[in-house]
C-alpha cells in the first residue's frame, strides 16, 4: 500500500471552508484515496473516498490531482464539531487490502 | 442497525492475565480488522481476516491471537497480558467486491489497562 504524506496540524475559521492536503506520490493505478477522521478517543469515521475523479458528498469534498500524486479534502463550512485528527489512506480495492492509518493532520476550528 | 459492536468497553488487567476482546458486525461484511491506539498515535493494524476461514498479521501481532468464529465474528486473544499493550483497541469491518469498494466502519473501542 502506498504512503501518505500530511502536515501534523491546522487550524480553520468557523464558518470557512477548510482544505487538507494529503501527498500520495506512489500511489499505484488500482489504489483508492480514502478518508476518515477520529474525533476525540471514538472510533474512525468514513468521510469519502474516491479514485480519480473529484467526489462530494454531504460531508465533503475530494480533490485528486490528474496525476494522482496528491488530493485535498475540503469541509466547506467548517464548525466547531470538524475538530479532528484526519487521517488520508490508498488502498487498493480488493476485499484482503488494509488500511494503514499515518498520523494524520490534527485540525483545529476556532470560533 | 448497530454496526460494529465491542465488548468489553473497558477492562483492567494484571500482567500476565489473559483474555478475548470481542468484536461482532452485523452488516454481513466480509472483512474485519484489528487496530490499537497508542495515548497521541495513530492505529496500528495488529490483524485482519479478508474474509469467514482466513486470518493475516499486520503491524503489530506478537502477543496477539485472533480467530474468525463465523462471519459475524473476530475476536482478538490476549495469552499473558503484558503493560506495552495498554491501549485503545477498535475492532473494524468493511466490504470490498469486484469493481466497487466500500469505507471501513469502527466500533466504539475497548480500553484496555494493564497494570
Known amino acids: 500500500d502506498a504512503k501518505t504524506t500530511q502536515p501534523p496540524s491546522m487550524d480553520c475559521a468557523e464558518g470557512r471552508a477548510a482544505n487538507l492536503p494529503c501527498n500520495h506520490s506512489t500511489i499505484s493505478g488500482n489504489e483508492y484515496v480514502y478518508w476518515y477522521r477520529q474525533i476525540h478517543s471514538q472510533g474512525p469515521q468514513y468521510i469519502i473516498h474516491g479514485l480519480k475523479n473529484n467526489e462530494t458528498n454531504e460531508m465533503a469534498s475530494l480533490i485528486i490531482t490528474e496525476d494522482r500524486k496528491s488530493s485535498t479534502l475540503i469541509l466547506p463550512h467548517a464548525t466547531l464539531r470538524d475538530t479532528a485528527v484526519y487521517y488520508c489512506i490508498v488502498r487498493g480495492y480488493s476485499s484482503a487490502s488494509k488500511i494503514i492509518f499515518g498520523s494524520g493532520t490534527r485540525l483545529s476550528i476556532r470560533p | 442497525n448497530a454496526g460494529v459492536t465491542q465488548t468489553p468497553k473497558f477492562q483492567v488487567l494484571k500482567t500476565g492475565q489473559s483474555m478475548t476482546l470481542q468484536c461482532a458486525q452485523d452488516?454481513?461484511?466480509?472483512?474485519m480488522y484489528w487496530y490499537r491506539q497508542d495515548p497521541g498515535m495513530g492505529l496500528r493494524l495488529i490483524y485482519y481476516s479478508a474474509s469467514e476461514g482466513t486470518t493475516d498479521k499486520g503491524e503489530v501481532p506478537n502477543g496477539y491471537n485472533v480467530s474468525r468464529l463465523n462471519k459475524r465474528e473476530f475476536s482478538l486473544r490476549l495469552e499473558s497480558a503484558a503493560p506495552s499493550q495498554t491501549s485503545v483497541y477498535f475492532c473494524?469491518?468493511?466490504?470490498?467486491?469486484?469493481?466497487?469498494?466500500?469505507?471501513?466502519?469502527f466500533g466504539s473501542g475497548t480500553r484496555l489497562t494493564v497494570v
Open positions: 473494524a469491518s468493511s466490504e470490498a467486491s469486484r469493481g466497487r469498494v466500500y469505507g471501513y466502519t
Open positions: 452488516m454481513n461484511h466480509n472483512s
